[in-house]
């Protein structure tokens, strides 16, 4: 068993340095890298720690013990104020980031440092610290509700998103949101071992090393997606519109109001002027057709064109485009000679981005894969 955790825990930390070192050397940083850099350097450092605790190295174990013990509470917010540097909507500033690290930071101060301090120093007791042990079960559920909270704001955030791109490849953020689900499983397990040394008393690190394995496998995943991920850009009022959204609850009756925002007679003609621009000049085919360059075809704003679509509408941009799309890949295979090209060429040409995508969409809409619609219109 022992070789196995140290087998997890060398190339746990050898990812995490090959990581690093790929993101410092990118020429332009972004806010969401640089979160990343810290996010990693701390994760190479309870690698470190647990190395250090399983080889009984003194040194290197004190020095990295005040990382790993407070990574529970810290990660969360952390994870945070990343998914903000990703999507655009990072405050820079103390008061924008200390009041996410006020608890952390008591608890650093209060909890991780006094505790290194009475393993340094033999006899050395601080006798608050027995008191206040069942409460660190606190610090856990503190980050596990920071990514819950996270996971959600970023799937408000990914339905912003369709409302100005019609092709989502490489904004994609879902590897974002199963990193945060395999934190907060990850947490989970911390969660359990910590109240079962609760009950059963301190069992010292060896229940600890069950979180080693998820974590390299999660180290690994991030690594994959992470380094390359840029930073997602919304014109101004869609990133207002995120704002206000998810942090007023009255954002309902606003959209209502965003509704009649427009005379609607001036709405039904830009309707029937966007159906004529789809039909004649097919803008759909372009993979890269987003709302703003849409909305300069039409010769009108961003916002008018979005409130058209999501609120005259009821459909998001994507949802639009793509819909154009999958109907021009059913009359494509209506041609006569369309069974000379595989469905992923005809997928390309009608504007499709990815496999996967043309998959999912087409399903989606027809409830039935590409393949099963184009065998079900062949002559019998």
Not at 129 to 138: A, K
Not at 178 to 191: A, E, Q, V
Not at 344 to 360: P, V
Request: glycine content about 4%; some cysteine; overall charge positive.
């Amino acid at each position: 068993m022992k070789l196995v955790l140290d087998f997890l825990l060398i190339a746990g930390f050898l990812l995490t340095a090959i990581i690093i070192i790929f993101l410092c050397k990118r020429k332009e940083k972004e806010v969401s890298h640089k979160i990343l850099i810290v996010i990693f350097s701390w994760i190479s450092l309870v690698f470190l720690s647990y190395y250090a605790y399983l080889h009984q190295i003194p040194f290197l174990f004190y020095v990295t013990f005040p990382f790993s013990n407070s990574i529970d509470v810290f990660i969360g917010p952390l994870f945070w104020l990343y998914v903000q540097g990703v999507s655009g909507t990072f405050r820079n500033g103390a008061k924008a980031i200390l009041p996410h690290f006020a608890f952390p930071i008591l608890y650093w101060i209060g909890i991780t440092l006094p505790v290194l301090v009475g393993m340094l120093f033999d006899g050395y007791e601080i006798s608050y610290l027995d008191h206040l042990f069942p409460y660190v079960l606190f610090t856990i559920s503190y980050s596990l509700g920071y990514c819950l909270f996270t996971f959600f704001r970023l799937k408000h955030f990914q339905q912003l998103m369709k409302r100005q791109y019609s092709n989502l490849e490489n904004k994609n953020l879902d590897w974002i949101k199963r990193l945060l689900l395999g934190t907060m499983l990850i947490m989970t397990i911390s969660l359990i071992t910590s109240v079962y040394e609760t009950i059963v008393g301190d069992q010292g690190w060896d229940i600890d090393f069950l979180t080693v394995i998820p974590i390299t496998f999660l180290v690994a995943y991030t690594g994959y997606y992470g380094i390359s991920q840029s930073s997602v850009l919304l014109p101004d009022f869609l990133r207002a519109s995120e704002h206000n959204e998810f942090s007023n609850r009255a954002a309902a009756l606003k959209s209502k109001v965003l509704r009649y925002q427009y005379d609607i007679k001036d709405m039904e003609n830009l309707e029937e002027t966007l159906n004529q621009v789809m039909e004649s000049k097919k803008p759909f085919l372009d993979e890269n057709l987003t709302l703003t360059i849409l909305a300069r075809m039409l010769q009108v704003s961003d916002k008018k064109l979005s409130t058209l679509l999501n609120q005259n509408m009821g459909i998001s941009f994507y949802d639009y485009i793509n819909g154009y799309r999958v109907e021009e890949v059913k009359k494509t295979l209506l041609l006569p000679d369309s069974e000379k090209f595989t469905l992923l060429a005809i997928a390309y040409d009608c504007g499709f981005k990815s496999k996967s995508s043309f998959n999912r969409i087409f399903k989606k809409i027809e409830k039935r894969s590409p393949s099963e619609y184009r065998k079900s219109i062949l002559p019998a």
